[in-house]
């Protein structure tokens, strides 16, 4: 267990997020170099004091690079604490250095905040090595050696908490996001799907009816050029949202009443829609939903029934469930049975983010039968 999460942590990659150097950095450096200069000049305590305070204003400019090279940052610090410890201990003198040499913790913060596993790894034990030995001068006894580590632990644990409040802030985003383009996906096949199912159709039609009645051809030609604009506005709407910093125009989302928008008598095959007149008033995602899952179950009938001469849309509201059921007389296409593509998994997936169901697949009186309940009353 302890050896997983070493490894773990040694194959840990650096933060990603590191901020660049800011004025608030050299505004700290300043502040501190001042800080030490004057600890130096009026404290007469100071064992070896003009080479500490040297030391402790010129370590200070090591902050700057503390989210870029926090590792480097630790050893120069915390060696040359180690070098100070050693020869204090060689030469007899008490602890060389100036209280404002504290801010070393600043380093041991960055180092579990920015660093990668094995950054950590290896400056947290120079870090350890330093602390020992700066403390052997002054014979610590076990508390002030407890409370050393303690601080230092400290840290270090501060450092890590703010890391994983960033990653999993990081990670929720990216959840939030895979969601949007799913969702925008979904949205995108649907409509895309439907409008360029109807030019196709449209086109067929005129294509038949053009040499016996070209005026005719020419009203199926006004209609393809909506449906093509129509397209071409809601892709746009689209791609807006996917550009970073574009804004936005959301329209109001289609619902059950617009389904007899897709109601037609001509060309073939007939589409007919039949609602509940008591249709209670539905929540905006299960109302949303059944007018995409209509959608898409018209696309692929105009799309793969084969000889369809009529396609029934039927709605059906009873005991706090919404019942959709899409119908065609059309031959089935093999393809259909066997290769579903997007159009069903996106069906589904709206399903199932409510709580619903969803069967689609052969009628047993011929053509192709798309049949989902959704609850009128979604959970939150």
């Known amino acids: 267990m302890i050896t997983n999460a070493l490894r773990s942590l040694w194959a840990e990659p650096r933060a ?8 608030r950095d050299w505004v700290l450096v300043g502040v501190l170099m001042v800080t030490a200069l004057l600890e130096g000049v009026l404290r007469d305590d100071v064992a070896w004091r003009p080479f500490a305070t040297i030391v402790a204003v010129g370590l200070a400019p090591v902050l700057l690079w503390r989210r870029s090279h926090p590792l480097a940052c630790v050893v120069v610090a915390f060696g040359t604490a180690m070098a100070l410890g050693l020869a204090s201990l060689l030469g007899g003198a008490p602890s060389v250095g100036l209280d404002t040499m504290i801010y070393v913790l600043v380093l041991v913060y960055a180092l579990v905040r920015w660093g990668s596993g094995h ?6 034990a120079v870090v350890a090595v330093a602390a020992g030995i700066g ?6 006894g076990p508390a002030e050696l407890y409370g050393g580590f303690a601080i230092l632990t400290a840290a270090a644990a501060g450092g890590a908490a703010f890391r994983y409040r960033a990653e999993s802030w990081r990670r929720a985003l990216d959840q939030i996001r895979s969601q949007e383009r799913v969702g925008l996906a979904r949205e995108l096949h649907d409509v895309v799907a439907h409008h360029v199912s109807a030019i196709a159709v449209q086109a067929q039609a005129g294509r038949a009816i053009a040499g016996q009645r070209p005026e005719a051809a020419l009203e199926t030609l006004a209609v393809i ?15 807006r949202v996917l550009r970073d910093g574009a804004p936005a125009a959301y329209a109001p989302q289609p619902g059950v009443a617009d389904l007899v928008s897709l109601a037609r008598r001509d060309p073939v095959p007939v589409v007919d829609v039949e609602l509940p007149d008591d249709l209670d008033q539905l929540p905006l995602q ?4 059944v007018y995409r899952l209509a959608q898409e179950s018209l696309t692929n009938a105009l799309r793969h029934a084969r000889n369809a001469s009529r396609v029934e849309i039927r709605v059906v509201e009873g005991a ?5 059921r899409v119908t065609d007389d ?3 296409d093999p393809a259909r049975s066997v290769n579903q593509g997007f159009g069903l998994l996106g069906m589904t997936e709206r399903v199932q983010l409510l709580g619903g169901t969803l069967r689609a697949g052969p009628a047993p009186g011929g053509g192709w039968t798309v049949d989902a309940e959704l609850p009128t009353k979604v959970r939150r």
């Open 16 to 23: 990603t997020d590191a901020p660049e150097r800011v004025s």
């Open 119 to 124: 950054e950590i790894v290896i400056g947290l």
């Open 135 to 140: 403390m052997v001068p002054d014979h610590v």
């Open 225 to 239: 050029e909506g449906e093509a604009s129509r397209t071409l506005a809601e892709m746009r709407a689209m791609v």
């Open 286 to 289: 299960v109302d949303a939903t």
């Open 320 to 324: 706090g469930r919404l019942r959709l």
């Open 330 to 332: 059309g031959q089935i």
